[in-house]
T-cell receptor
Framework: GAGVSQTPSNKVTEKGKYVELRCDPI?????LYWYRQSLGQGPEFLIY????????DSGLPNDRFFAVRPEGSVSTLKIQRTERGDSAVYLC?????????????FGPGTRLTVL | AQSVTQLDSHVSVSEGTPVLLRCNYS??????LFWYVQHPNKGLQLLLK??????LVKGINGFEAEFKKSETSFHLTKPSAHMSDAAEYFC?????????FGSGTKLNVKP
């Protein structure tokens, strides 16, 4: 079956621009997560959706970052006024219910480069 | 609070020899623990997970890990390394729905 997909796979933008990153989770998974992986580090949690609502957005670094999941399936991570420090791989994951111990299935990531 | 420490950033072994990747965790509650593997330009793939059942967990591709509560460890092992095992490995702890990743261990396998 289809796994988690993310588009685009690569995004190059200029400092100050706005970007949107898309995640399509596994069908039927109610929980969706965004992580950010900087070079040489493990992924860091950004935000968690249960259905359409953001259940935990404690990992978003500042108010330039925002994410939505309007129909409880596809999610979009939005970054305003991008900075060079936002350059990283943005990973999306989904799990069947979001309960502790559930396996999270990861997409291939979007590599964002801010020039 | 949860955290994960992967004690080695790089491990190098010869093909056919055992692999040991070390992971220690800190958790306020009974954790779930995972190992994921990331091959170059590929997504994270689950190797195995522990969720309070048997302490010795078997995963894919011959990997296994043992949960030791007294040592707060969850080390990953494999009896015999294969060239295809060369990748980066991440230990993960979770007590809620969030995953906390270690910084990763890059495994190099020499012919």
């Amino acid at each position: 079956g289809a796994g988690v997909s993310q588009t685009p796979s690569n995004k190059v933008t200029e400092k100050g621009k706005y970007v949107e990153l898309r995640c399509d989770p596994i069908s039927g998974h109610t929980a969706l997560y965004w992580y950010r992986q900087s070079l040489g580090q493990g992924p860091e949690f950004l935000i968690y959706f249960q259905g359409t609502g953001a259940a935990d957005d404690s990992g978003l670094p500042n108010d330039r970052f925002f994410a939505v999941r309007p129909e409880g399936s596809v999610s979009t991570l939005k970054i305003q006024r991008t900075e060079r420090g936002d350059s990283a791989v943005y990973l999306c994951a989904s799990s069947i219910s979001g309960r502790s111990g559930d396996t999270q299935y990861f997409g291939p990531g979007t590599r964002l480069t801010v020039l | 609070a949860q955290s994960v420490t992967q004690l080695d950033s790089h491990v190098s072994v010869s093909e056919g020899t055992p692999v040991l990747l070390r992971c220690n965790y800190s958790s306020s509650y009974s954790p779930s623990l995972f190992w994921y593997v990331q091959h170059p330009n590929k997504g994270l793939q689950l190797l195995l997970k522990y969720t309070s059942a048997a302490t010795l967990v078997k995963g894919i591709n011959g990997f296994e890990a043992e949960f030791k509560k007294s040592e707060t460890s969850f080390h990953l092992t494999k009896p015999s390394a294969h060239m295809s095992d060369a990748a980066e490995y991440f230990c993960v702890v979770s007590t809620t729905n969030k995953f906390y990743f270690g910084s990763g261990t890059k495994l190099n396998v020499k012919p």
